[in-house]
Structures are given as structure tokens and as C-alpha cells.
């Protein structure tokens, strides 16, 4: 019989607590009622991209794979973490930097998680840190299979960046999961990641339960 010595490893939840009724543009508005047998269900409005989701290519492009056209596998894996320390030199994540933090630690069908240390740079927005083009190319050239951040890490510094990011990793079928937490109480620069999405025919995106698994 198979069996996980959990006593080895640490469990780190990476999801993102979503409260009702959520915002304007990520709304999570619940209301209670019955079933047939009288026990309580919830009726829920929202949408895909509320609290930590994954986004697959259908998110950008009309015929691009949904989420159930990935195997589950997609979703879990070795993950090594991209950290920055100093946002104020280093807010521009290119492909240098890439190189040189994640050259010798990242391997073939990767998850990469991006990590901002400065606690200064995330009091405001404009000082987070942000991927290039160059950088999302890095990772497809890497052959990378899922990125994620939180909300102190962007896809791009403008609406255009982002959408070329967008572009350049969903055209490679590499997935992105956004709106991760608890990132500070990872320890580890490498670990297991799943990140299983509800499985929902025709849709882009999807909310998502995410631990990563670390060797104590």
C-alpha cells in the first residue's frame, strides 16, 4: 500500500481566501437556498478570474485549449521559485535576470513561482516588479509548463506588455496562475506544486486549490 510520510514534508496553502461578496470587478456574491431534500445549497455569482485561478490559452485566444483539454498533470509538479530582493534595482524581470537566478535551478516541465522579498515595493503598484517579453520567452525556451504570482508580482508593466506576456506563454500552452498568497512562508527554492483546477467544459480559466509540498 502506497503512503505519504507527511511528518518529512511541510504543507503550504498558496490560495488565495476569497470573501464574499468580493469587489466590483471580482465579485463573489452568495445567497443561500434549498434543494429538493430541503438541505441548504448556495447560489453563487462570480466569474473565473476571482481569487487564485488558472488561466489557460482559451483565455486569449478564441480556439486556444481549455481547461479540460490539459491532462491533470499539467497542474502539479517539480516548482523552483524566482525571487526578487530588491525591486528598486531589479522591477524589470528580463532575460538576464532570468539567466542568472533561474539558469542552473529550473528544468524541463518546470512550474515557475515568482516570489517579491521587498516589502517597501509592495505599498505601491507601481514599484512591483514585472516581467518582460524577453523574460516570458525565457520560460517557453525552457520549456516551462505553468508560472504563477501573486498580486505584489505583474505580468508586464502596461496593459500592452501584459497582453504580449500573455501572448508569448499561452501560445506555448504554458498555463498562469494568478492571485497566489501566503508566498513568504514558502523555505524552500524547490518543492511540489498542485494546483488542481475545477474541471468545467468551455471555459478559460479557473478557480483553484494550491499547496506546495516541501521537504521539512
Not at 98 to 127: F, G, H, P, Q
Request: hydrophobic share 40%; glycine share 4%.
Amino acid at each position: 500500500m502506497f503512503t505519504l510520510n507527511l511528518r518529512k514534508y511541510r504543507i503550504v496553502d498558496l490560495s488565495y481566501t476569497v470573501i464574499p461578496p468580493g469587489s466590483e470587478g471580482r465579485p463573489f456574491i452568495i445567497q443561500r437556498s434549498f434543494l429538493d431534500d430541503n438541505t441548504y445549497k448556495y447560489e453563487v455569482k462570480t466569474h473565473t478570474h476571482v481569487g487564485t485561478h488558472i488561466e489557460t490559452p482559451a483565455h486569449f485566444f478564441e480556439k486556444g485549449k481549455g481547461i479540460t483539454e490539459f491532462p491533470v498533470t499539467a497542474f502539479m509538479g517539480r516548482a523552483v521559485l524566482l525571487e526578487v530582493d530588491d525591486a528598486k534595482n531589479h522591477q524589470r524581470i528580463d532575460r538576464n535576470y532570468m539567466d542568472k537566478n533561474l539558469k542552473d535551478l529550473v528544468k524541463e516541465d518546470n512550474i515557475v513561482i515568482c516570489r517579491n522579498n521587498d516589502e517597501k515595493s509592495k505599498k505601491n503598484k507601481n514599484t512591483l516588479p514585472y516581467f518582460t517579453p524577453e523574460a516570458a520567452q525565457w520560460l517557453v525556451e525552457h520549456k516551462v509548463k505553468m508560472l504563477g504570482i501573486d498580486n505584489f508580482f505583474l505580468l508586464g508593466r502596461d496593459i500592452a506588455s501584459i497582453r504580449k506576456v500573455h501572448q508569448i506563454l499561452m501560445s506555448a500552452n504554458v498555463n498562469i496562475i494568478e492571485w497566489l498568497d501566503h508566498l513568504d512562508q514558502l523555505k524552500r527554492k524547490k518543492f511540489y506544486l498542485i494546483a488542481l483546477p475545477f474541471k468545467a467544459e468551455s471555459i478559460d480559466s479557473s478557480w483553484a486549490r494550491v499547496v506546495a509540498i516541501e521537504e521539512k
